[in-house]
């Protein structure tokens, strides 16, 4: 069962998960509650009840047209009907009164005649444990973290686990939960100790124990009581670079174990041992290149090259003043640039050959499938032509810096944002490139308001990165198909769990209890 289920990145993990030729584990039911998350969720849901998905399926997600998602539905009835139970036939809150009652029902009639094991997954929204969340929180009038009901969520996560009381549940969060406080006290530890007994939590006098582990650090010897006692709250951080993921993401990641579970089995951690090290380039190389929007003035691909080219003026001018030019990458005629296009829903992929390193095997196999003959979810946003400059220095700059990004005093004064926090020194990483040879920075959903942090490191492209991109980055499979506007795509993806990350937890998970 994945709770706070976004669009499906720790359930889309554990169903990929193999062994000896099966997947053994099948979601049961995916509570979500932003519509077009859901609507995500119940497509991947259908999806996953094939094989081979069928060619109607590609039809929809290339047009992205709602009626052929209709009619999609309605040929594979039975398949749709599976899928739409799976994510409890619509958006559904955990918490909420009007909810509740129809999870729990859902929940009981997919474990009643279940004989396997069981296994929660899933993590409460993180926007007041953020470090940005509270920063935000501390400016508004009033505000004090007792009141925010947001702390509390994961509570709701607690009647769930009485309720099914799994022998396995996952738990992720974002680093900041690690020193968010309540009256003065770290709501960590709190979330700790009533994770090892929900029932009591919740008010049962009857109900599973479990014992928390870390997946990054071996696990400590138990103390005289039977106990596990971390070192530090910081040995749950997963560092996702180090397990083969091409994203630093650091996220809180906890291991539920029942304890009569550990009567014969202790879990192992992940090993960070033998992964490379991905870089943006690995992630995104091998997509269409772009070129932006304009805001403004016409977006037309004759404005968008005629702005690059004073851009590329402007830029050049101002790298020269520090000894610097333009990369010899970048065509200041700009021919190489106005054949570009801004991508779209579906985008066809033209290549003649393999773009990337044949290093990337693994990676690539898990990324492509050639069904789709092309690229979904593949739009560039629009820019104002300031910005254009700004996205052209600082991927320039990059490229002559050694993928360093500009900070808020590199800019030159012409280039400088209209801001009136511009020069408090609050801004160093305002404009963040992408860079092509070094890992990407941790996807959030702050993408969805701008792309000034997540700008693609190609000077020609001079735009933010692509919803599809920032799929990549997340290790969403292409055939991955996001719903909603582009904002709830973005949102979508900044919010979920890393696939491939869930798929490597699934794999100690079923050590566990697969036997």
Not at 76 to 82: H, R
Not at 149 to 170: D, Q, T, W
Not at 186 to 204: M, R, S, T, Y
Not at 264 to 290: R, V
Request: contains cysteine.
């Amino acid at each position: 069962m994945d709770l706070f289920a976004g669009p499906g990145g720790l359930g889309e993990g554990f169903s990929a998960f193999a062994h000896a030729g099966h997947r053994p584990f099948k979601l049961a039911a995916s509570v979500e509650r932003d519509a077009a998350a859901h609507r995500t969720l119940t497509l991947r849901a259908f999806f996953r009840q094939f094989e081979k998905a069928p060619k109607q399926y590609y039809d929809y997600v290339r047009a992205g047209n709602p009626k052929l998602r209709e009619d999609l539905f309605h040929q594979f009835k039975a398949e749709s009907e599976a899928a739409i139970e799976e994510t409890l036939g619509g958006p559904r809150t955990l918490g909420d009164e009007k909810h509740h009652q129809k999870i729990i029902e859902s929940i009981r009639r997919a474990t009643a005649n279940h004989q396997g094991a069981k296994v929660v997954i899933g993590g409460p929204p993180c926007q007041a444990y953020s470090v940005v969340g509270r920063s935000r929180n501390k400016g508004i009038d009033g505000y004090t973290p007792e009141g925010d009901g947001r702390h509390f969520l994961y509570k709701e996560y607690l009647e769930i686990l009485n309720e099914v009381r799994p022998e396995v549940f996952v738990m992720e969060n974002v680093r900041g939960i690690l020193s968010a406080k309540v009256h003065g006290q770290l709501i960590f530890d709190a979330i700790l100790k009533d994770l090892k007994n929900p029932g009591k939590v919740v008010g049962e006098s009857v109900g599973s124990e479990y014992e928390i582990f870390s997946l990054a650090v071996p696990t400590p010897e138990p103390d005289v009581f039977g106990q596990v006692n971390y070192n530090s709250s910081a040995d749950y951080l997963i560092k996702s670079e180090e397990f083969g993921i091409p994203q630093t993401r650091h996220r809180v990641i906890l291991l539920g174990v029942r304890r009569d579970v550990l009567k014969s089995s202790t879990p192992e951690t992940l090993t960070s041992t033998n992964h490379p090290k991905f870089t943006t380039y690995d992630a995104i190389g091998d997509l269409p290149a772009l070129r932006s929007g304009l805001t403004k003035i016409s977006n037309t691909p004759k404005a968008w090259n005629e702005n690059l080219q004073q851009a590329a003026r402007a830029v050049n001018r101002e790298l020269s003043r520090n000894g610097f030019s333009l990369p010899p990458e970048f065509p200041l005629n700009g021919s190489e640039c106005s054949y570009l296009s801004q991508g779209g829903n579906f985008v066809p992929d033209t290549t003649e050959k393999d773009t990337l390193d044949s290093s990337l095997g693994d990676l690539k196999r898990w990324y492509r499938d050639e069904r789709i003959g092309g690229f979904l979810n593949h739009n560039a946003r629009s820019h104002m032509p300031a910005d254009i400059y700004r996205y052209l220095f600082a991927s320039s700059f990059a490229m002559i810096n050694n993928g360093a990004s500009p900070t808020s005093k590199d800019f030159p004064e012409s280039f400088e944002p209209e801001h009136r926090n511009w020069a408090s020194g609050h801004f160093v990483d305002r404009f963040k490139v992408q860079a092509r040879n070094r890992t990407p920075s941790t996807v959030t959903s702050h993408i969805a308001k701008d792309g000034h942090y997540f700008i693609h490191y190609d000077p020609c492209q001079c735009r933010s990165l692509t919803v599809r991109e920032a799929a990549r980055i997340q290790t969403f499979p292409d055939n991955y198909y996001f719903e909603g506007n582009r904002t709830n795509q973005y949102v979508q993806v900044g919010n979920a769990v890393p696939p491939l990350l869930a798929k490597k937890i699934a794999s100690v998970v079923f050590d566990l209890v697969g036997a």
